[in-house]
């Protein structure tokens, strides 16, 4: 009763070839809207349909296209972030937290004020992204340097101050800042929006009502900007090194304290400019939940993105998607499950990168 | 010698015919022939990745074999696992002992058979294997914790564990890697002695004067093939050993120059240091090094070798001063120590030495990264490292597929030349080299031997710092001893008397001066 064919999992002695990566996390993907799509016509649903919705809620039109980019923007910089940390095993998982304080700090420009109010456009805006990075960078820091200082665990810490974050800003979004006791502050003076597309409606015609805002250029910035020190610059190999083997950076004589405070501030800076850009670029205003997550889900993008820079700009565009579909698409758990089964359906593919795979026909058994 | 009585009534102890055991992409064991006759010592030998392990394993239960037949005495065998082969009375002592450190030896024989079953009654086991102790002269407490045992005593915990299992035929891989001279002497004896009551043994080795002192027969494996199937140890020669293992001559006697040492390079004076747990490793320690000199340090494992260098390098903090060319090293970071032109090959090439994820050229750049024209103020140029690395590669014939494979698919040998390659080629003045030739296999200790007598006659000053003895003997200008973290004294090699080293090295002698 045996089978004429035996599945034979062998282990991969050679290298792996450089676009194998790249092709198992796609086919993950498309394979996590398969399962989903079995999913939904079980319970009776059509997974065609709900695909083809998907797609026209998401990328259907510049208008939708646009929506999704903007939810796309923090998950890039938040993945950026992530990505930079967990190179040099460094597990920031208070991108939350950073992204909090990076909003609160950009809106302290505006609220304080910091800057008389007004100023030109450009001195506002430039403070307001200074502030937003030196906001997380600070909340990157006190992990930082607790770790590098007394080896405390940053897990614990990151995850920790995400909360004493955001009571920090509810703090004064209920009290000092509230508008007229609204859990919100004030709108910002337009000044002190980040230029959007729907700007310049009366120049262009087709561009009223389009969203996307500078962010998204501080995002691809940034992600070529994290994808040329990781990949070109001293201080990439440096934190590559330290995250392969700390030991071996020690013997090579880098300075390992140094450069987990520093890799801690960047990241924090990063998930930092992401809270400005939403600020400013979104809310307008400094409120409770200007989150919904997107410092968690950052972690799930880097992570897809396999540390990529570059990749996280895709993946943060697909999530941004999900993010948009979930609102569009009824109920909205349709998206999570996509997004529960993307997770892991790539983490599980790369057993395709360890072990080879093959069908092979059973052989005459020997007496 | 043995046991060979009689020629026509007792089985073979392990028969095993055209065995064949293959892995991905590798040809582990080719048609393999083994046979071990009853009550004989039998060595196995070959260099690293011939094959000895795997096949081993197989006669122990854990790989299966795609062809090929295997008897147990006598008897037709086909092990599905480890269990199988106990019952068949087949023991295997790993070369990694295979214990619980904060248990007894009597616990850590017991640990996974049947009984006892619920109630442990100690003091009766421990009787039991008191009996079993006195009968093949295997002498431990039972009742001591392991992580209180030398490695000698845990190893002789292991072949009790087989013992006590049933065992007749007992596979030791590679006993004496861990043991000091003394050590190993004693477990001569013990061999000798498991096989006067009647026990069959297969040895697995690459040292090839310990073959030739114990063993009956021999089998040599080459890239998992046989090129020697059980001949006679009489009238081998260890040249003709050599040559079987690695299919060419192999010059014995490296070439060491007459040269005048030159100026102090290294001055450690009084230097002290705790190792990882805290314990004093180091004890008022004083040597110096000098220009194109080898300095050995011997020792048995663990009596404060691995700290020394650890200090002189910058990795731990220390008492004392150390100083390298007249400036203090003593508790200066890793990074100005590199900068005194100080290189490092360190003991754990894997842990330490290398970055198991990133590629050979990554590898090689681990000291000179941040130099011209390797790198610049603020990027790495990458052609430049290609071309660095390459070099290295062919120059240190690092046997790899390309210099973009990863350092951990790298066999040990090539990993050390790696390191080596790296380490020489930062023009270092003084080099700490720790075990750089452990675990290796013959061509590649040859290799790396001539490399750091190279070095020598470039004027480099190394302290070398191993647990081999000849290797000390035939490289260094002087060897001190270290016990306990104590220097013994310290001896000219050229005048070097063995039994007083060994003496020496186990505390129980000091050298006049």
């Known amino acids: 009763m045996k089978s004429p064919f035996t599945i034979q999992i062998d282990k991969r002695s050679e290298d792996y070839p450089k676009w194998l990566p790249s092709a198992t996390s796609l086919g993950a993907v498309i394979i996590a809207f398969i399962f989903c799509g079995i999913v939904l016509k079980l319970v009776g649903g059509q997974p065609l349909k709900v695909l083809g919705y998907f797609f026209t809620a998401t990328f259907g039109s510049w208008g939708v296209f646009s929506d999704t980019l903007v939810k796309a923007t923090p998950l890039i910089m938040i993945g950026l972030a992530c990505s930079l940390a967990f190179k040099m095993k460094l597990w920031n998982i208070g991108a939350e937290g950073q992204f909090y304080l990076g909003a609160f700090f950009a809106s302290m420009v505006v609220l304080v004020p910091l800057v008389p109010p007004d100023s030109p456009k450009i001195v506002i805006l430039t403070a307001m992204v200074l502030m937003g990075m030196i906001g997380g960078a600070v909340w990157g820091f006190i992990p930082g340097i607790l770790k590098a200082k007394y080896n405390v665990n940053e897990i614990i810490t990151t995850l920790m101050l995400n909360y004493v974050a955001i009571y920090w800003n509810n703090y004064w979004i209920f009290g000092k800042w509230s508008d007229a006791g609204f859990q919100m502050t004030p709108m910002f003076e337009k000044t002190a929006w980040l230029p959007r597309l729907s700007d310049y409606a009366k120049q262009i015609t087709g561009l009223s009502g389009i969203t996307l805002h500078l962010g998204v250029v501080f995002g691809l910035v940034a992600a070529f900007g994290i994808w040329w020190i990781m990949e070109r610059s001293r201080w990439g190999y440096e934190i590559k090194l330290i995250g392969d083997n700390p030991k071996a950076a020690r013997y090579a004589g880098l300075n390992i304290s140094r450069n987990i405070i520093l890799v801690m501030m960047i990241s924090g800076a990063l998930a930092g400019l992401a809270g400005m850009a939403e600020v400013s670029g979104v809310v307008h205003r400094l409120q409770e939940r200007i989150s919904p997550g997107y410092g968690f889900t950052g972690i799930i993008v880097a992570w897809l993105a396999k540390l990529n820079p570059l990749a996280v700009i895709i993946v943060s565009i697909l999530f941004g998607a999900l993010i948009v579909a979930g609102r569009e698409i009824q109920p909205s758990g349709i998206a999570f499950l996509l997004q529960g089964t993307i997770l892991f359906m790539v983490i599980s593919s790369d057993v395709l990168l360890k072990y080879k795979i093959r069908l092979v026909r059973n052989k005459e058994e020997k007496a | ?513």
């Open chain 2, 1 to 513: 010698m043995s046991s060979l009585s009689s020629q026509n009534s007792p089985p073979l102890a392990v028969e095993m015919r055209d065995i064949v055991i293959r892995f991905p992409g590798v040809l582990a064991n080719d048609h393999v022939n083994l046979t071990l006759k009853q009550g004989e010592i039998h060595a196995l030998l070959g260099e690293n990745g011939a094959g000895k392990s795997t096949l081993m394993n197989s006669l122990a239960g854990l790989y299966k074999p795609v062809s090929g037949v295997m008897k147990v005495n006598g008897e037709v065998v086909n092990f599905n696992s480890p269990r199988d082969a106990i019952e068949k009375g087949i023991g295997m002592v790993y070369q990694h002992f295979m214990l619980v450190p904060t248990q007894t030896v009597t616990e850590n024989i017991l640990l996974g058979l049947k009984q006892p079953k619920f109630f442990m009654n100690l003091p009766a086991y421990d009787g039991r294997i008191h009996e079993l102790q006195e009968q093949y002269g295997l002498k431990v407490d039972p009742t001591a914790l392991i992580w209180q045992l030398s490695v000698g005593e845990q190893q002789r915990v292991e072949i009790l564990k087989t013992l006590y299992r049933g065992a007749n035929i007992l596979i030791l891989d590679e006993p004496t890697a861990v043991l000091a001279p003394q050590e190993i002497d004693d477990l001569m004896k013990t061999l000798r002695s498991l096989v006067d009551h009647g026990k069959s043994i297969l040895f697995i080795s690459h040292k090839l004067n310990e073959v030739t002192a114990v063993a009956d027969r021999l089998t040599v494996l080459r890239k998992g093939r046989v090129t020697a199937e059980g001949i006679g140890i009489e009238g081998i020669t260890r040249e003709k050993l050599a040559e079987l293992m690695v299919g060419r001559k192999v010059i014995f006697q490296v070439e060491k120059k007459e040269q005048e040492p030159g100026d102090v390079v290294l001055d450690v004076k009084e230097v002290s240091a705790l190792n990882n747990k805290g314990f004093p490793a180091l004890k008022k320690v004083s040597f110096n090094l000098r220009q194109g000199e080898i300095l050995g340090i011997a020792g048995i494992a663990g009596n404060g070798q691995s700290e020394l260098a650890e200090v002189i390098t910058g990795l731990r903090p220390c008492s004392g001063s150390i100083l390298i060319n007249g400036r203090q090293a003593a508790n200066q970071p890793p990074g100005k120590i590199i900068n005194f032109g100080v290189s490092h090959i360190p003991e754990d090439r894997t842990g330490v030495g290398s970055a198991p994820n990133m590629s050979i050229a990554e590898n090689t750049i681990m000291k000179n990264y941040d130099q011209e024209p390797i790198g610049s103020r603020w990027k790495i140029n990458f052609a430049s490292v290609r071309e660095y690395a390459t070099n290295l590669k062919e120059k240190y014939s690092i046997l790899a597929p390309s210099i973009n494979t990863m350092a951990r698919k790298l066999s040990g040998g090539n990993l050390q030349k790696v390191i080596l390659a790296r380490e020489i080629s930062c023009c270092p003045r003084m080099m700490v080299a720790v075990q750089p030739t452990r675990g290796l296999d013959v061509g590649a200790i040859e290799s790396i031997q001539s490399l750091l007598l190279e070095q020598r006659e470039n004027g480099t000053a190394i302290l070398l710092i191993s647990e081999e003895l000849e290797e000390l003997l035939s490289l260094c200008d002087r060897i001190a001893v270290i016990f306990e973290g104590e220097l013994m004294g310290v001896v000219a090699a050229a005048e070097a008397n063995l039994t007083n080293i060994g003496l020496m090295m186990t505390g129980s002698m000091r050298s006049p001066k």
